[in-house]
């Protein structure tokens, strides 16, 4: 079945720095999401991209969709304290359909 | 509150009990997400309601695992004899129908020793 993969799968950073996580399939997904999950929480979306190349900001949070569809790219700059979580890219796992599929996740860590 | 709301937020349980967790989706939601998260793990689908339509049942991982949404309302998912590998947890999610936005509950953490 479709599986997401993202990387890195944890990243350590200063109070400041930029952050760069991606994911990728080895299918084409025609809609990408981005959430984030605090402990505790159910993961909130973020970002929803829906077109090849497409480029979206949300605040300091900026997503891609990747041309060739088997990909997508979050970025965070200037992190802060509160961006500490988990990161997971999803998309659905049919075409057209709401079921979604999810990676593995990106677990951020902020040294202030 | 407005969100999803889901109980218990922590279940222990001893192998072979059967269990249940319940899902408040927000109101006006037709459509309802069932989802597993194991330790340091990514969501696993397991079960989706759509307004009166035949559940999609397609990620459940045993017939243990089942679930019932009372018309546009509250779910129960139930996992009968529970074993250590059900530990996880369980995230409902809802949404209006017809888009992507998913809103997720806190979750249940299940414990099964």
């Known amino acids: 079945g479709q599986q997401l993969n993202q990387s890195p799968q944890s990243m350590f950073i200063q109070e400041g720095e930029d952050v760069s996580m991606n994911c990728t399939s080895s299918?084409?997904?025609?809609?990408w999401l981005w959430y984030k999950q605090d402990p505790g929480e159910g993961p909130v979306l973020l970002i929803a991209?829906?077109?090849?190349?497409e480029l979206t900001s949300n605040g300091r949070l900026t997503a891609q969709f990747g041309i060739t569809r088997k990909d997508s790219f979050l970025n965070i700059s200037a992190s802060i304290p509160s961006d500490v979580g988990i990161y997971f890219c999803?998309?659905?796992?049919?075409?057209?359909?709401?079921?979604?599929?999810f990676g593995q996740g990106t677990r951020l860590t902020i040294n202030p | 509150g407005a969100g999803v709301s889901q109980s218990p937020s922590n279940k222990v349980t001893e192998k072979g009990k059967d269990v249940e967790l319940r899902c408040d989706p927000i109101?006006?939601?037709?459509?309802l997400y069932w989802y597993r998260q194991r330790l340091g793990q990514g969501l696993e689908f397991l079960i989706y309601?759509?307004?009166?339509?035949?559940?999609?049942k397609s990620g459940l991982p045993s017939d243990r695992f089942s679930a019932e949404r009372t018309g546009e309302s509250v779910s129960t998912l139930t996992i009968q004899r529970t074993q250590q590998e059900d530990s996880a947890v369980y995230l409902c999610?809802?949404?209006?129908?017809?888009?992507?936005?998913?809103?997720f509950g806190p979750g249940t953490r299940l414990t099964v020793l």
């Open positions: 309601f759509q307004g009166n339509s035949a559940p999609d």
């Open positions: 299918s084409i997904f025609n809609t």
């Open positions: 999803a998309g659905p796992r049919i075409q057209g359909a709401q079921k979604l599929v």
């Open positions: 109101s006006g939601h037709t459509a």
């Open positions: 991209l829906y077109k090849a190349g």
């Open positions: 999610a809802s949404s209006t129908g017809g888009t992507d936005t998913q809103y």
